[in-house]
């Protein structure tokens, strides 16, 4: 029943560390997208995809690398973590992209800290 | 760029008072306006919307009214609730982005 779910829920990993955070949307939707919170809950944009290809991609370290391999999953893989990493990162979906003005539908998040 | 500022928290309110957020918006294009609401631990979930000026969202006893002359979308609600309790988060979509103000979290106290 989940519409966007996430995993892992928490991730506890060392500096220098690589790690997946994996996402998977069963609504049918062609957007994707990966935002970060920082512990004031602020929320940013990361990437956005539509039907696999990316539209959008904010100004994020190249050590982030988002992965579509079709259009129900958006994973996001991050090399070399450092300690500023350290955030909840949530994954969303649209319908469609139609100037992103459609409701965005949340997974549940992944806290990550990196120690 | 365009941007989304929305008043700064935390609100403390006890249960049954009145509830105004504001929000204001940069005016670039025709955005479509959104309140989301995060509950402690989950993810954001979409409260109300609205996509044109003068439209009205509502939704659970909350309204925001889409004001292009003021460039605003403040949210109201008359009587909180305890539950109510969460962080709530005025958005701008348009130009296949959504920007996000910084949150406002609210605690109700019984």
């Known amino acids: 029943d989940t519409a966007v779910s996430q995993t892992p829920k928490y991730l506890v990993t060392q500096m220098g560390n690589d790690k997946s955070i994996k996402c998977e949307q069963n609504?049918?939707?062609?957007?994707m997208y990966w935002y970060k919170q920082d512990s004031k809950k602020f929320l940013k944009i990361m990437f956005s995809?539509?039907?696999?290809?990316?539209?959008i991609n904010e100004t994020v370290p190249n050590r982030f690398s988002p992965k579509s391999p079709d259009k129900a999953h958006l994973n996001l893989h991050i090399n070399s973590l450092e300690l500023g990493d350290s955030a909840v990162y949530f994954c969303?979906?649209?319908?469609?992209?139609?100037?992103?003005?459609?409701?965005?539908?949340f997974g549940p998040g992944t806290r990550l800290t990196v120690l | 760029g365009d941007s989304v500022t929305q008043m700064e928290g935390p609100v403390t309110l006890s249960e049954e008072a009145f509830l105004t957020i504001n929000c204001t918006y940069t005016?670039?294009?025709?955005?479509?306006l959104f309140w989301y609401v995060q509950y402690p631990g989950e993810g954001l979930q979409l409260l109300l919307k609205?996509?044109?000026?003068?439209d009205k969202g509502s939704n659970k006893g909350f309204e925001a009214t889409y004001r292009k002359e003021t460039t605003s979308f403040h949210l109201e609600k008359g009587s909180v609730q305890v539950s109510d309790s969460a962080v709530y988060f005025c958005?701008?979509?348009?130009?296949?982005?959504?920007?996000f103000g910084a949150g406002t979290r609210l605690f109700v106290k019984a």
């Open positions: 969303a979906s649209s319908h469609e992209i139609s100037g992103g003005t459609d409701t965005q539908y």
């Open positions: 609205a996509t044109k000026a003068d």
């Open positions: 609504l049918g939707h062609d957007t």
């Open positions: 005016a670039t294009g025709y955005p479509s």
């Open positions: 995809y539509n039907n696999k290809e990316l539209i």
């Open positions: 958005a701008r979509a348009g130009g296949f982005k959504t920007i």
